[in-house]
């Protein structure tokens, strides 16, 4: 009785995310028909051989597919902790940055023992995020200025001091970007040095499993998510609003950080001049969002969209344009925000009825 | 043809809830009709579709033997019918006259006639004998005024058939024998009444007939005159009720509970407040009484933590609390039945176990260190469920899920199982059924004798009067009176809630 009531309800969540997948993938099928002049099913034919070679056929293209999961896993639930408190934090991308940019230039000191290195370069990385999101959290309940507005001037300032770090007292002669971090302050590559996976990828599955447990399990995750939904009756029971929200940007910053510390000790071992953003922070959006805030859930949404960001090099190959795949994660986010829409007029109209009673 | 308004085999079905079902209802031409049933009855639906705001899915409806379509409230209003809600719709800063023509504004040229606009106003006044000055703003005037408002701009759009809901909600009881007056001239001009209502006392004393509604179906339509209170009682709820609450006298100790001179300013920054001073003793229950919007929820919130005092002090078990979180203040022994329990008093998506322990979610043994211990916290919300009868499958599911009743019995279990020593009980029976409210009101009489200390406020004067030791009355952020229970009569507590003083008034109580 209870576990078919466990089963339905998970087999509901789940029910739009699906629908949303396949209907997206049926839509772009139509655009690589237009795109190659071909039938139907030969469109789906080409595009899915693409898309699956491209990410988990061959074993080279599953293990870039990882590497792409590892950021998303850490910007994933960065957003999912904000959403969970009732914030937006569009800042995930510009902690992610300058945590980049931290890690990058504390993994080049040179002569700290190899274990001792890489954990100081995590750390300072989360140390980054927690202070860029905690600057917007703060302001958040302090003073009331918009999270989303500050969060993205965050961003900017984050791109623009990142860069500064990089091309001036950072720079490595004639590149742009610094120099390479020390062997010692570099994640473990467990495939070998041919693959960039490393093990920041059980780092954030870790991370999954500790969050999960801090939302579900702890009285910090009991009080943040109250006050995600609903402010008033948290301030009753005696919760802190304004703790709460910094804490929460804290955590989502934190978490940010960590990722960004990760790929640059784990994947890129260097910082490079950002020429824009980086694109991890605001697919973590949709990561989240894909996941309906579930930590768990981000495991596979996050594989889902490293899955179509790697195999964006072998659509090209077969000639569809690889803009194909951010049509397909564009209809999915439009799917998922109307789901969230669809449930906000239900539960309206719910009130409404009996409000007028 | 008799019937100004006849609704056949109306049937309006909401997700989940049949709000009306095949009802037949049938209003004469110059009588008030009540319709009696309690909140969630369907009363309100029924109206909203006679007045276009819901479309049935099912019947029809006859205006003048006629039958028609009302597809929207302009087809109402076309059609005669006009309806005052129960929260006004009246623009703040405009005045009476305007407000009455807004809409249907006679005009000059293309400019709106101002002075004719006064003058209809003053004409269609006199006519119904309503004492109203036209050129006054709405945000001046009394709540009492402004329904009148609210009334003259249903007859200025042509109403014959008026449909009030929930008229005397908001009125004292001086304004609700002035409002029957006026219903009674409105229907010796030829104007037919529709009252949707669910205190008893007002059908006696201001109808000519009654319909009760239980769960969406007519029970019965029966002339006032033929009928008495305790069998409307029984028709409304279902079963019979006892009307009285039954208590002993109290046996009041120690003071536990003080307000000195407190004062607060209100979200406008106006003072809400202007020096309150209160007591209450362990084992009595204080009543507040009040028109809406006296300074109640301020004092409540200044109180409970949740708003910041601007001078005074709140002292429990000679503790001062003023200033303090909300926490620190639940944790000194006060707790709070809150007024709105959608709004504060539930996380309506989290489940009853988690509701159950709001307020001492990082209490032992509910916590360990930031641990929560889940097994504990289930056991305890099922021990709060079988102990106060919530009516639920079990602690899992969501707050939301549950009717009002329910919810409401959950808030108060947990707010005595927080074991304090002063229980804030803010209207703790609002939109509750029968059943409920008989519940909730035993329960804390029995908080009562067993010494805790028990601050009522409610706006139905009825709960004040019925369940209070002592009668604090408060107008204009000021306590203006303080009686005891057992000398307060309805007229002297109606005069000091409207701001008025009386001759004799003793001094009784701690004041």
Redesign the interface.
């Given at each position: 009785m209870k576990n078919k009531k466990i089963i339905k309800s998970v087999a509901s969540s789940l029910l739009f995310p699906l629908i949303s997948i396949i209907v997206a993938m049926f839509v772009a099928v139509i655009f690589v028909m237009w795109a190659k002049h071909i039938s139907f099913f030969k469109g789906v034919q080409v595009m899915f051989k693409a898309i699956w070679n491209g990410s988990f056929g061959r074993k080279d293209s599953f293990i870039e597919t990882l590497v792409y999961v590892i950021p998303l896993l850490f910007t994933g639930l960065a957003n999912a902790v904000a959403f969970k408190t009732g914030l937006f934090n569009i800042g995930v991308e510009g902690e992610f940055m300058i945590s980049i940019t931290v890690g990058a230039i504390v993994g080049i000191i040179p002569g700290i023992p190899p274990v001792i290195h890489v954990i100081l370069v995590l750390i300072a990385g989360t140390l980054a995020g927690v202070l860029w999101a905690g600057i917007v959290g703060y302001l958040k309940a302090k003073v009331g200025s918009n999270e989303v507005v500050n969060s993205i001037m965050m961003n900017y300032i984050a791109l623009y001091f990142s860069n500064y770090l990089i091309m001036g007292p950072f720079n490595k002669k004639g590149l742009a970007q610094t120099a390479d971090i020390q062997p010692s302050a570099m994640l473990w590559r467990f495939l070998g040095d041919d693959y960039r996976v490393n093990i920041g990828l059980y780092i954030g599955l870790l991370m999954v499993v500790l969050i999960y447990i801090f939302f579900w399990?702890?009285?910090?995750g009991?009080?943040i998510?109250?006050v995600g939904?609903?402010q008033?009756?948290?301030?009753?029971?005696?919760?802190?609003i304004k703790k709460n929200i910094i804490l929460a940007m804290a955590i989502s910053g934190g978490i940010a950080g960590l990722g960004g510390a990760v790929y640059v000790s784990g994947i890129q071992h260097h910082a490079i001049q950002m020429v824009s953003f980086t694109g991890y922070g605001f697919d973590g959006i949709a990561v989240a969002l894909l996941a309906k805030n579930n930590p768990i859930g981000i495991i596979f949404s996050a594989l889902l969209f490293g899955a179509l960001n790697t195999s964006s090099i072998s659509l090209q190959m077969a000639n569809i344009p690889k803009q194909i795949v951010f049509l397909i994660q564009a209809i999915i986010l439009i799917f998922v925000a109307a789901d969230y829409v669809y449930k906000w007029i239900?539960e309206k109209?719910?009130k409404g009825?009996?409000l007028?009673? | 043809m008799d019937f100004v308004v006849e609704m056949k085999g109306i049937t309006k079905v909401f997700p989940g809830v049949r709000a009306n079902e095949n009802v037949n209802f049938q209003l004469k031409k110059g009588e008030i009709h009540v319709l009696l049933g309690e909140n969630g009855a369907g009363k309100t639906t029924l109206m909203n579709i006679l007045y276009g705001l819901y479309q049935p899915d099912e019947g029809e409806i006859f205006v003048k033997g006629k039958k028609i379509n009302i597809k929207s409230p302009s087809d109402a209003i076309a059609n005669g019918i006009g309806m005052v809600h129960q929260h006004f719709m009246l623009v703040q800063n405009f005045t009476v006259a305007e407000n009455i023509v807004l809409g249907k504004e006679p005009k000059k040229s293309i400019n709106l006639d101002m002075n004719k606009a006064v003058e209809d106003t003053k004409k269609i006044a006199d006519a119904y004998g309503f004492k109203i000055d036209p050129n006054s703003v709405i945000e001046d005037i009394t709540v009492g005024q402004q329904q009148k408002v609210e009334i003259l701009k249903a007859l200025y759009r042509g109403a014959e058939i008026l449909i009030l809901d929930e008229p005397t909600a908001v009125l004292t009881p001086q304004e609700i024998e002035e409002l029957g007056v006026i219903l009674k001239n409105l229907v010796k001009e030829g104007k037919s009444i529709i009252l949707i209502t669910h205190k008893l006392k007002e059908v006696m004393g201001m109808s000519d007939r009654v319909t009760i509604i239980r769960r969406g179906k007519v029970i019965n339509t029966v002339n006032t005159k033929e009928t008495n209170i305790e069998q409307l009682a029984e028709m409304m709820v279902g079963r019979k009720v006892n009307l009285v609450v039954e208590k002993k006298p109290a046996n009041p100790k120690e003071v536990i509970f003080k307000v000195e001179k407190l004062e607060a300013l209100d979200h406008r920054g106006l003072l809400a407040l202007k020096g309150i001073d209160l007591q209450v003793r362990a084992g009595e229950i204080l009543g507040i009484a009040g028109v809406d919007g006296n300074g109640q929820t301020e004092l409540l919130e200044v109180i409970t933590g949740l708003r910041k005092a601007k001078s005074g002090k709140v002292i429990i078990n000679n503790k001062d609390v003023t200033g303090k979180s909300p926490k620190e203040i639940i944790e000194s022994g006060i707790s709070n039945i809150p007024e709105d329990r959608h709004k504060r008093g539930l996380v309506l998506k989290y489940s009853l176990a988690e509701n159950s322990i709001l307020g001492m979610h990082s209490k032992k043994p509910f916590a360990n260190g930031i641990m929560m211990n889940y097994a504990k916290i289930k056991e305890f919300a099922r021990k709060l469920i079988d102990e106060f009868d919530v009516r639920t499958p079990n602690e899992d599911v969501a707050a939301s899920s549950l009717s009002g009743g329910n919810q409401q019995k959950m808030v108060v279990a947990r707010e005595i199982a927080k074991d304090p020593d002063l229980i804030i009980a803010a209207q703790p029976t609002r939109g509750l059924d029968v059943g409920a409210i008989e519940y909730i009101h035993k329960r804390l009489v029995a908080e009562r004798d067993k010494g805790r200390g028990v601050l009522l406020v409610s706006l139905e004067l009825d709960e004040v009067m019925a369940l209070s030791d002592r009668i604090a009355v408060i107008y204009d952020g000021e306590i203006v009176g303080v009686l005891d229970a057992k000398d307060a009569t309805e007229n002297d507590l109606g005069i000091l809630m409207a701001g008025g003083t009386l001759e004799s008034q003793s001094k009784g109580g701690v004041q």
């Open positions: 399990k702890t009285t910090w009991y009080e998510r109250a939904i609903n008033y009756a948290a301030e009753y029971g005696g919760i802190n239900a109209r719910k009825a009996l007028n009673e | -």
